[in-house]
Protein backbone atom coordinates (compact mmCIF):
# COMPACT_ATOMS: atom_id res chain seq x y z
CA UNK A 1 0.00 0.00 0.00
CA UNK A 2 1.19 3.31 -0.88
CA UNK A 3 2.20 5.56 2.26
CA UNK A 4 2.38 9.56 2.83
CA UNK A 5 3.80 11.20 5.12
CA UNK A 6 1.00 12.49 7.75
CA UNK A 7 3.13 15.39 9.00
CA UNK A 8 -0.09 16.98 10.45
CA UNK A 9 -0.86 14.37 13.38
CA UNK A 10 3.64 13.44 13.34
CA UNK A 11 4.12 17.22 14.22
CA UNK A 12 1.82 16.93 17.23
CA UNK A 13 3.29 13.62 18.68
CA UNK A 14 7.07 14.83 18.31
CA UNK A 15 5.64 17.90 19.78
CA UNK A 16 4.72 16.03 23.04
CA UNK A 17 7.63 13.33 23.37
CA UNK A 18 9.34 13.34 26.63
CA UNK A 19 6.45 14.92 28.24
CA UNK A 20 5.11 12.93 30.91
CA UNK A 21 1.61 11.86 29.86
CA UNK A 22 0.58 8.72 28.47
CA UNK A 23 0.31 9.41 24.96
CA UNK A 24 -3.36 7.48 23.49
CA UNK A 25 -4.01 7.78 19.48
CA UNK A 26 -7.24 7.67 19.14
CA UNK A 27 -9.87 7.45 15.84
CA UNK A 28 -12.10 5.18 13.62
CA UNK A 29 -11.31 1.89 12.84
CA UNK A 30 -8.64 1.71 10.35
CA UNK A 31 -7.61 5.27 9.90
CA UNK A 32 -4.13 4.44 10.35
CA UNK A 33 -3.16 4.77 14.32
CA UNK A 34 -0.92 1.69 13.80
CA UNK A 35 1.12 3.62 10.68
CA UNK A 36 1.03 6.94 12.68
CA UNK A 37 3.07 4.89 15.52
CA UNK A 38 5.42 3.63 12.81
CA UNK A 39 6.31 6.68 11.44
CA UNK A 40 6.46 8.34 14.86
CA UNK A 41 8.94 4.90 15.65
CA UNK A 42 11.13 5.72 12.60
CA UNK A 43 11.70 9.40 13.28
CA UNK A 44 12.44 8.78 16.80
CA UNK A 45 14.87 5.72 15.81
CA UNK A 46 17.28 8.62 14.01
CA UNK A 47 18.62 9.47 17.60
CA UNK A 48 21.10 7.11 18.81
CA UNK A 49 20.62 7.43 22.54
CA UNK A 50 16.91 6.01 21.64
CA UNK A 51 15.99 2.43 23.21
CA UNK A 52 12.69 1.84 21.40
CA UNK A 53 10.31 -1.06 22.64
CA UNK A 54 7.71 -1.99 20.00
CA UNK A 55 4.99 -4.16 21.24
CA UNK A 56 2.07 -5.53 18.53
CA UNK A 57 -0.30 -7.58 20.67
CA UNK A 58 -2.48 -8.70 17.49
CA UNK A 59 0.54 -9.98 16.33
CA UNK A 60 1.45 -14.48 16.96
CA UNK A 61 4.94 -13.76 17.99
CA UNK A 62 3.72 -11.58 21.37
CA UNK A 63 1.22 -13.88 22.21
CA UNK A 64 2.64 -14.71 25.43
CA UNK A 65 2.34 -11.10 26.35
CA UNK A 66 -1.62 -11.28 26.06
CA UNK A 67 -0.56 -12.17 30.25
CA UNK A 68 -0.27 -8.88 32.77
CA UNK A 69 2.55 -10.14 33.75
CA UNK A 70 4.37 -11.25 31.03
CA UNK A 71 3.96 -7.89 29.59
CA UNK A 72 5.50 -6.26 32.65
CA UNK A 73 8.12 -9.07 32.89
CA UNK A 74 8.97 -8.21 28.90
CA UNK A 75 9.25 -4.50 28.97
CA UNK A 76 11.20 -4.65 32.10
CA UNK A 77 13.87 -6.55 30.30
CA UNK A 78 13.75 -4.42 27.71
CA UNK A 79 14.67 -1.23 29.52
CA UNK A 80 18.07 0.30 29.31
CA UNK A 81 19.25 2.63 32.11
CA UNK A 82 21.91 4.28 29.70
CA UNK A 83 19.40 5.31 26.85
CA UNK A 84 15.93 7.67 26.60
CA UNK A 85 13.52 4.64 26.66
CA UNK A 86 10.18 5.15 24.50
CA UNK A 87 7.24 2.19 24.88
CA UNK A 88 4.65 1.45 22.20
CA UNK A 89 1.64 -0.82 22.15
CA UNK A 90 -0.78 -1.79 19.56
CA UNK A 91 -3.71 -3.21 20.89
CA UNK A 92 -3.01 -2.57 23.84
CA UNK A 93 -6.58 -4.06 25.16
CA UNK A 94 -5.89 -7.18 24.46
CA UNK A 95 -3.82 -7.67 27.48
CA UNK A 96 -5.62 -8.98 30.47
CA UNK A 97 -5.59 -6.38 32.84
CA UNK A 98 -3.85 -3.68 30.75
CA UNK A 99 -4.64 -0.72 32.63
CA UNK A 100 -2.71 -1.56 35.90
CA UNK A 101 0.50 -2.56 33.81
CA UNK A 102 0.50 0.77 31.93
CA UNK A 103 -0.06 2.62 34.81
CA UNK A 104 2.58 1.02 36.95
CA UNK A 105 5.36 1.51 34.23
CA UNK A 106 3.72 5.03 34.17
CA UNK A 107 4.20 5.75 37.78
CA UNK A 108 7.74 3.80 37.46
CA UNK A 109 8.89 7.16 35.25
CA UNK A 110 11.46 4.76 32.87
CA UNK A 111 9.30 4.71 29.48
CA UNK A 112 7.86 7.54 27.56
CA UNK A 113 4.57 5.95 26.82
CA UNK A 114 2.38 5.37 23.26
CA UNK A 115 -0.74 3.01 23.04
CA UNK A 116 -3.18 2.20 20.35
CA UNK A 117 -5.69 0.20 20.68
CA UNK A 118 -9.89 -1.26 20.01
CA UNK A 119 -12.26 1.85 20.40
CA UNK A 120 -14.36 -0.36 22.66
CA UNK A 121 -11.15 0.02 25.24
CA UNK A 122 -9.74 3.41 24.37
CA UNK A 123 -12.64 5.56 24.24
CA UNK A 124 -12.00 9.12 24.85
CA UNK A 125 -14.25 9.43 27.74
CA UNK A 126 -12.71 6.53 29.56
CA UNK A 127 -9.41 7.54 29.07
CA UNK A 128 -9.24 10.07 32.29
CA UNK A 129 -10.60 6.96 34.66
CA UNK A 130 -8.00 4.38 32.91
CA UNK A 131 -5.23 6.50 33.07
CA UNK A 132 -5.85 8.56 36.11
CA UNK A 133 -5.96 11.55 34.29
CA UNK A 134 -2.38 11.28 32.83
CA UNK A 135 -3.12 10.92 28.84
CA UNK A 136 -2.84 13.41 26.31
CA UNK A 137 -4.86 12.06 23.51
CA UNK A 138 -4.21 12.66 19.76
CA UNK A 139 -7.69 12.00 17.16
CA UNK A 140 -6.68 10.63 14.10
CA UNK A 141 -9.12 11.51 11.43
CA UNK A 142 -9.33 9.67 8.13
CA UNK A 143 -7.54 11.47 5.41
CA UNK A 144 -8.52 14.98 4.26
CA UNK A 145 -8.71 16.63 1.02
CA UNK A 146 -5.44 17.34 1.06
CA UNK A 147 -3.89 13.89 2.02
CA UNK A 148 -5.93 12.76 -0.38
CA UNK A 149 -4.12 14.54 -3.34
CA UNK A 150 -1.26 13.75 -2.09
CA UNK A 151 -2.31 9.83 -2.52
CA UNK A 152 -3.92 10.84 -6.07
CA UNK A 153 -1.61 13.94 -7.37
CA UNK A 154 -3.94 15.71 -9.72
CA UNK A 155 -3.97 18.86 -11.79
CA UNK A 156 -8.22 19.20 -11.76
CA UNK A 157 -8.46 20.28 -8.43
CA UNK A 158 -12.55 20.26 -9.26
CA UNK A 159 -12.46 16.60 -10.48
CA UNK A 160 -10.52 15.48 -7.46
CA UNK A 161 -12.85 16.84 -4.62
CA UNK A 162 -16.02 14.98 -6.63
CA UNK A 163 -13.96 12.07 -6.26
CA UNK A 164 -12.97 12.56 -3.07
CA UNK A 165 -16.74 13.52 -1.41
CA UNK A 166 -17.90 9.87 -2.20
CA UNK A 167 -14.48 8.01 -2.33
CA UNK A 168 -14.06 9.68 1.33
CA UNK A 169 -10.83 9.61 3.38
CA UNK A 170 -10.71 5.81 4.60
CA UNK A 171 -7.47 4.92 2.27
CA UNK A 172 -7.71 0.90 2.69
CA UNK A 173 -10.32 1.23 0.07
CA UNK A 174 -7.63 2.87 -2.41
CA UNK A 175 -6.59 -0.45 -2.83
CA UNK A 176 -9.27 -1.50 -4.09
CA UNK A 177 -9.96 -1.63 -8.21
CA UNK A 178 -13.66 -0.96 -8.12
CA UNK A 179 -16.02 1.44 -6.52
CA UNK A 180 -18.65 -1.40 -5.32
CA UNK A 181 -15.15 -3.55 -3.73
CA UNK A 182 -14.63 -0.32 -2.33
CA UNK A 183 -17.11 0.43 -0.51
CA UNK A 184 -17.87 -3.35 0.15
CA UNK A 185 -14.13 -2.53 2.34
CA UNK A 186 -15.63 0.55 4.10
CA UNK A 187 -19.04 -0.91 4.70
CA UNK A 188 -17.34 -3.78 6.42
CA UNK A 189 -15.37 -1.52 8.69
CA UNK A 190 -18.91 0.42 9.64
CA UNK A 191 -20.30 -2.82 10.68
CA UNK A 192 -17.28 -4.03 12.48
CA UNK A 193 -17.19 -0.73 14.35
CA UNK A 194 -20.84 -1.12 15.17
CA UNK A 195 -20.71 -5.26 16.56
CA UNK A 196 -17.13 -4.95 18.03
CA UNK A 197 -17.11 -1.64 19.37
CA UNK A 198 -20.73 -0.90 20.37
CA UNK A 199 -22.89 -3.92 20.50
CA UNK A 200 -20.24 -5.66 22.66
CA UNK A 201 -18.86 -3.32 24.63
CA UNK A 202 -22.44 -2.08 25.52
CA UNK A 203 -24.47 -4.93 25.99
CA UNK A 204 -26.72 -4.10 22.97
CA UNK A 205 -29.45 -6.30 22.57
CA UNK A 206 -31.48 -4.89 19.47
CA UNK A 207 -28.74 -4.39 16.78
CA UNK A 208 -31.37 -4.00 13.93
CA UNK A 209 -32.66 -1.42 16.29
CA UNK A 210 -29.03 0.28 16.35
CA UNK A 211 -28.40 -0.09 12.63
CA UNK A 212 -31.36 1.91 11.86
CA UNK A 213 -30.65 4.79 14.06
CA UNK A 214 -27.20 5.11 12.57
CA UNK A 215 -28.72 5.28 8.94
CA UNK A 216 -31.43 7.89 10.52
CA UNK A 217 -28.26 10.11 11.43
CA UNK A 218 -26.03 9.92 8.32
CA UNK A 219 -29.12 10.54 6.26
CA UNK A 220 -29.89 13.67 8.35
CA UNK A 221 -26.12 14.92 8.05
CA UNK A 222 -26.19 18.83 8.81
CA UNK A 223 -29.84 18.37 10.30
CA UNK A 224 -30.46 19.54 13.95
CA UNK A 225 -31.44 16.24 15.46
CA UNK A 226 -34.12 15.88 18.14
CA UNK A 227 -33.42 12.25 20.16
CA UNK A 228 -37.62 12.36 20.57
CA UNK A 229 -38.04 13.27 17.29
CA UNK A 230 -35.56 9.99 15.72
CA UNK A 231 -37.49 8.04 18.65
CA UNK A 232 -41.14 9.32 17.33
CA UNK A 233 -40.05 8.44 13.85
CA UNK A 234 -38.94 5.23 14.15
CA UNK A 235 -41.82 4.13 16.78
CA UNK A 236 -43.93 4.87 13.92
CA UNK A 237 -41.92 2.57 11.73
CA UNK A 238 -40.64 -1.17 12.41
CA UNK A 239 -39.70 -0.99 16.19
CA UNK A 240 -41.14 0.67 19.22
CA UNK A 241 -38.21 2.85 21.71
CA UNK A 242 -37.90 5.51 23.53
CA UNK A 243 -36.02 8.43 24.47
CA UNK A 244 -33.80 6.85 26.57
CA UNK A 245 -33.06 4.09 24.55
CA UNK A 246 -32.34 6.14 21.34
CA UNK A 247 -30.27 9.37 22.48
CA UNK A 248 -28.36 5.91 24.26
CA UNK A 249 -27.59 4.09 21.36
CA UNK A 250 -26.55 7.82 19.50
CA UNK A 251 -24.25 8.22 22.72
CA UNK A 252 -22.60 4.89 21.51
CA UNK A 253 -21.68 6.42 18.04
CA UNK A 254 -20.34 8.88 19.11
CA UNK A 255 -17.92 7.10 21.70
CA UNK A 256 -16.88 5.11 18.48
CA UNK A 257 -15.78 7.66 16.17
CA UNK A 258 -17.93 7.09 14.13
CA UNK A 259 -19.96 10.34 14.61
CA UNK A 260 -19.24 13.59 16.24
CA UNK A 261 -21.40 15.62 17.69
CA UNK A 262 -21.91 19.85 17.81
CA UNK A 263 -23.70 21.77 20.02
CA UNK A 264 -25.45 24.73 19.45
CA UNK A 265 -24.47 28.18 20.39
CA UNK A 266 -26.33 31.36 21.07
CA UNK A 267 -24.15 34.06 19.12
CA UNK A 268 -26.05 36.91 20.36
CA UNK A 269 -26.40 35.76 23.89
CA UNK A 270 -23.43 34.21 23.86
CA UNK A 271 -24.32 30.96 25.57
CA UNK A 272 -24.46 27.06 24.96
CA UNK A 273 -27.91 25.47 24.13
CA UNK A 274 -28.02 21.85 24.92
CA UNK A 275 -30.99 20.81 22.87
CA UNK A 276 -31.18 19.36 19.59
CA UNK A 277 -27.50 18.75 18.26
CA UNK A 278 -26.20 18.58 14.50
CA UNK A 279 -24.34 15.24 14.26
CA UNK A 280 -21.62 14.77 11.40
CA UNK A 281 -20.21 11.44 9.99
CA UNK A 282 -16.21 10.72 10.32
CA UNK A 283 -16.36 10.01 6.88
CA UNK A 284 -18.63 10.08 3.71
CA UNK A 285 -17.68 6.62 2.51
CA UNK A 286 -19.37 5.32 5.28
CA UNK A 287 -22.89 7.35 4.24
CA UNK A 288 -22.52 6.13 0.14
CA UNK A 289 -21.41 2.71 2.11
CA UNK A 290 -24.60 2.00 3.95
CA UNK A 291 -26.99 3.59 2.15
CA UNK A 292 -25.83 4.67 -0.79
CA UNK A 293 -26.58 8.06 -3.02
CA UNK A 294 -30.54 8.19 -2.05
CA UNK A 295 -31.35 11.77 -0.22
CA UNK A 296 -27.98 13.20 -1.13
CA UNK A 297 -28.48 16.89 -0.17
CA UNK A 298 -24.75 18.11 -1.21
CA UNK A 299 -25.06 21.30 0.67
CA UNK A 300 -25.44 19.18 4.23
CA UNK A 301 -22.50 16.71 2.98
CA UNK A 302 -19.98 19.37 1.80
CA UNK A 303 -21.05 20.56 5.79
CA UNK A 304 -20.25 17.50 7.01
CA UNK A 305 -16.97 17.70 5.37
CA UNK A 306 -16.26 21.35 6.86
CA UNK A 307 -17.29 20.19 10.21
CA UNK A 308 -15.00 17.13 10.06
CA UNK A 309 -12.05 19.37 8.84
CA UNK A 310 -12.00 22.37 11.65
CA UNK A 311 -12.03 19.52 13.70
CA UNK A 312 -9.05 18.28 12.43
CA UNK A 313 -7.31 21.55 12.86
CA UNK A 314 -8.00 21.70 16.20
CA UNK A 315 -10.77 23.93 16.45
CA UNK A 316 -14.03 23.89 18.75
CA UNK A 317 -17.32 24.01 16.65
CA UNK A 318 -20.56 24.82 17.29
CA UNK A 319 -23.64 25.38 15.40
CA UNK A 320 -24.53 29.07 15.73
CA UNK A 321 -27.93 30.73 16.41
CA UNK A 322 -28.60 33.85 16.13
CA UNK A 323 -32.48 34.87 16.96
CA UNK A 324 -34.34 32.44 14.27
CA UNK A 325 -31.24 32.08 11.50
CA UNK A 326 -28.90 29.37 11.84
CA UNK A 327 -25.14 30.49 11.11
CA UNK A 328 -23.70 26.90 10.29
CA UNK A 329 -20.76 27.30 12.13
CA UNK A 330 -19.02 28.87 15.05
CA UNK A 331 -15.28 27.79 15.14
CA UNK A 332 -13.00 28.92 18.19
CA UNK A 333 -9.61 28.25 18.60
CA UNK A 334 -7.09 30.85 20.82
CA UNK A 335 -9.89 32.78 21.70
CA UNK A 336 -10.39 33.63 18.08
CA UNK A 337 -14.10 32.82 16.85
CA UNK A 338 -14.83 32.47 13.02
CA UNK A 339 -18.28 32.26 11.49
CA UNK A 340 -18.89 30.01 8.42
CA UNK A 341 -21.65 29.15 6.24
CA UNK A 342 -21.46 26.00 3.65
CA UNK A 343 -23.68 25.63 0.96
CA UNK A 344 -23.54 23.92 -2.43
CA UNK A 345 -24.30 25.85 -5.39
CA UNK A 346 -24.60 30.21 -5.18
CA UNK A 347 -24.66 31.04 -8.12
CA UNK A 348 -28.21 32.15 -8.07
CA UNK A 349 -28.55 35.41 -6.46
CA UNK A 350 -31.42 34.89 -4.46
CA UNK A 351 -29.40 31.54 -2.76
CA UNK A 352 -26.33 33.93 -2.13
CA UNK A 353 -28.42 36.50 -0.26
CA UNK A 354 -30.12 33.43 1.60
CA UNK A 355 -26.62 32.20 2.84
CA UNK A 356 -25.23 35.68 3.64
CA UNK A 357 -27.98 37.02 5.66
CA UNK A 358 -27.08 34.98 9.07
CA UNK A 359 -23.52 36.29 8.50
CA UNK A 360 -24.32 40.01 7.79
CA UNK A 361 -26.67 39.53 10.83
CA UNK A 362 -23.46 39.04 12.80
CA UNK A 363 -22.33 42.47 14.26
CA UNK A 364 -19.33 42.05 15.72
CA UNK A 365 -16.24 42.02 14.25
CA UNK A 366 -14.72 38.74 13.60
CA UNK A 367 -14.42 37.01 10.22
CA UNK A 368 -16.91 35.81 8.49
CA UNK A 369 -16.84 33.12 5.63
CA UNK A 370 -19.05 31.38 3.11
CA UNK A 371 -17.84 28.30 1.53
CA UNK A 372 -19.16 26.56 -1.51
CA UNK A 373 -18.84 25.09 -4.75
CA UNK A 374 -18.31 28.32 -6.56
CA UNK A 375 -14.76 26.45 -8.43
CA UNK A 376 -13.46 30.13 -8.35
CA UNK A 377 -10.70 31.69 -6.56
CA UNK A 378 -11.66 33.38 -3.22
CA UNK A 379 -13.69 36.61 -3.62
CA UNK A 380 -15.33 39.17 -1.19
CA UNK A 381 -18.85 40.89 -0.76
CA UNK A 382 -19.19 43.31 2.07
CA UNK A 383 -16.22 41.98 4.38
CA UNK A 384 -17.20 38.21 3.55
CA UNK A 385 -15.32 36.06 2.12
CA UNK A 386 -16.37 33.58 -0.39
CA UNK A 387 -14.54 30.59 -0.86
CA UNK A 388 -14.50 27.37 -2.96
CA UNK A 389 -14.53 24.37 -0.47
CA UNK A 390 -12.00 22.62 -2.37
CA UNK A 391 -9.26 25.29 -2.81
CA UNK A 392 -10.20 26.13 1.14
CA UNK A 393 -9.63 22.68 2.03
CA UNK A 394 -6.00 22.66 0.70
CA UNK A 395 -4.85 26.09 2.45
CA UNK A 396 -3.03 25.25 5.60
CA UNK A 397 -5.14 28.33 7.07
CA UNK A 398 -8.58 29.44 6.91
Known sequence: MKLINRKFYLDKLLSVKDIPDIKVITGIRRSGKSKLMDALIEKIAEDPNANIVRIKLNLKLFEKLLDGNELYKYIDSHYDSSKSNYLFIDEVQMCEGFERIVNSIYEEERFDIYLTGSNAFLLSSDLATLFGGRVYEISLYPFSFREYLEYYPSTDIDQAFDYFVKKGGMSGS???????????????IYRTTITKDIVRKFKIENEDLLIMIGNFLMDNVGNQTSIRNVSTKLTSGTYKTNDKTVGAYINYFCKSFLFYPLQRYDIKGKRYLESDKKYYLSDLSFRFAEIGTKNADYGHLYEN????????????????????????????????????QVSDDISRKETLERELSPLHSIKDAYPKILIARTKHEEMQQEGIRIIDIA???ITSQI
Open 305 to 340: IVAIELLRRGYEVYVGKLYEKEVDFVAIKEGEKLYI
Open 391 to 393: RWL
Open 174 to 188: YLYRTDEEARKYVNG
